[in-house]
């Protein structure tokens, strides 16, 4: 058992603090006087006022060292989901969420903040406007989005004010910005192949895509607002940017921005699913032999076709959440912090 010194209300710990959001939140939580522990299995860079801790959060001994004298835990480390490793997301996502919830018990925090997503409640069909109320996804479509269940579950069950532990959870959707791995890249990846030029269905499908530095300020209001006699206990809340907007249309403002040609020719929603479906269990059973993977996963898929855009009035509400960078003005500063993938360069 570790010994326990009484924690600052300033100083909190970041699981998976070297990655895309955990590095934007912990750069925001030292511009407001936090002192931060960074615990994740890479170090990806260097801060005044931040201390790293390099580990598997799996192993609770080595997350203790991290949470000692810390009242506050930001968790959002999760393996990515083009992964698609269902042994690694179960063992990180899963067991790996116990264990920090075990420590944090052991070392005395106080607020457990998630990051779990908007995606738990979404299973290929189309979502308009939802409220953390929807069921959670019965069949979800990869697993991925299974695990991420699992782990909001355990982590809003272990709310107790009785033991003076409070939990949220926050479930952004469609993160973007700058550094970020997935979005941007991968879709510049797919655009040099020569592989965007279709639009899945008729293209006038609502999606939310959500500026990083809007996911952080409600993760930090989250933190700020969970008190033993807030409505926050417990719950889950969407955090977007409150402007859901066509699914093409942001593609194609992003595409041309860094100079390629939008998306023109329409292709079928359903043939397109079948195709990436057949093509995910072509790869899971050839993975004993060969690694394949797909750009246009069943998830990809579910994810360009449909709508699925998400009310924030919970947040709005319970903690006064505005989003604080427009849609536009993101887009704008996207694109130029990746003068590298520009056509071109
Ligand atoms: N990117 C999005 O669009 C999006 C949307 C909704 C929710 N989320 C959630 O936000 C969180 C952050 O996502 P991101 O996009 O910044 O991903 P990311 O891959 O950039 O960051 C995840 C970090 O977790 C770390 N990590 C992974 N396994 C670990 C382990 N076993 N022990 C310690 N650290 C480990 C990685 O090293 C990485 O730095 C995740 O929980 C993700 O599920 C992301
Ligand atoms: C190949 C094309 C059809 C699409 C190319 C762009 C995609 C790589 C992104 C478009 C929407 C993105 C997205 C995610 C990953 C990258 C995209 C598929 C998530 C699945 C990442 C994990 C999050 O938890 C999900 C969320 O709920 O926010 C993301 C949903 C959007």
Redesign the pocket.
């Known amino acids: 058992m570790a010994t326990r010194t009484r924690p600052s209300s300033k100083r909190c710990a970041v699981?998976?603090?070297?990655?895309?959001?955990?590095r934007h939140l912990v750069e925001r939580l030292v511009d407001r006087g936090y002192t931060v522990n960074v615990?994740?299995?890479?170090q990806?860079y260097e801060l005044p006022g931040v201390m790293f801790h390099q580990?598997?959060?799996?192993d609770r001994q080595a997350l203790l060292l991290a949470l000692k004298e810390v009242s506050v835990v930001f968790h959002?480390?999760?393996?990515?989901?083009a992964s698609d490793d269902r042994a690694l997301f179960q063992r990180?996502n899963i067991d790996?969420t116990r264990t920090v919830i075990q420590a944090c018990h052991e070392a005395g925090v106080q607020k457990l903040i998630l990051?779990?997503?908007?995606?738990v409640v979404f299973e290929g069909t189309d979502i308009k406007n939802g409220r953390e109320d929807l069921p959670y996804a019965k069949k979800p479509i990869d697993y991925?989005t299974e695990t991420?269940i699992v782990q909001e579950k355990l982590v809003l069950e272990a709310c107790s004010k009785e033991k003076g532990f409070l939990t949220v959870a926050i479930?952004?959707?469609?993160?973007?910005g700058p550094r970020?791995?997935?979005?941007v890249p991968i879709l510049v990846d797919t655009a040099r192949r020569g592989k965007m030029k279709f639009i899945i269905g008729d293209g006038s499908n609502l999606v939310d895509f959500t500026y990083v530095e809007n996911v952080v300020h409600g993760h930090i209001l989250a933190a700020e607002h969970l008190k033993a006699d807030s409505p926050l206990c417990g719950q889950a809340y969407h955090i977007t940017n409150d402007e859901p907007v066509r699914f093409w249309d942001f593609m194609s403002q992003i595409l041309e921005g860094l100079g390629y040609s939008a998306p023109r020719y329409h292709l079928p929603y359903t043939l397109v699913y079948g195709i990436a479906l057949l093509l995910w269990l072509m790869a899971l059973v050839l993975r004993p032999l060969i690694r394949i993977k797909p750009t246009f996963t069943p998830m990809r898929v579910a994810l360009a076709g449909t709508h699925h855009y998400y009310s924030c009035a919970r947040a709005k509400k319970d903690m006064g959440y505005q989003p604080l960078v427009p849609l536009q003005e993101a887009i704008v500063r996207t694109v130029e912090s990746y003068p590298h993938l520009r056509k071109g360069a």
Do not use: E, M, N, W
Request: proline share 10%; with cysteine; charged share 15%.
């Open positions: 699981i998976g603090g070297s990655g895309f959001l955990g615990f994740d299995i890479r990806a580990g598997d959060l799996c959002c480390a999760s393996p990515a989901p990180v790996g990051t779990s997503s908007a995606s991925y991420k479930r952004p959707h469609g993160i973007f970020d791995p997935q979005l």
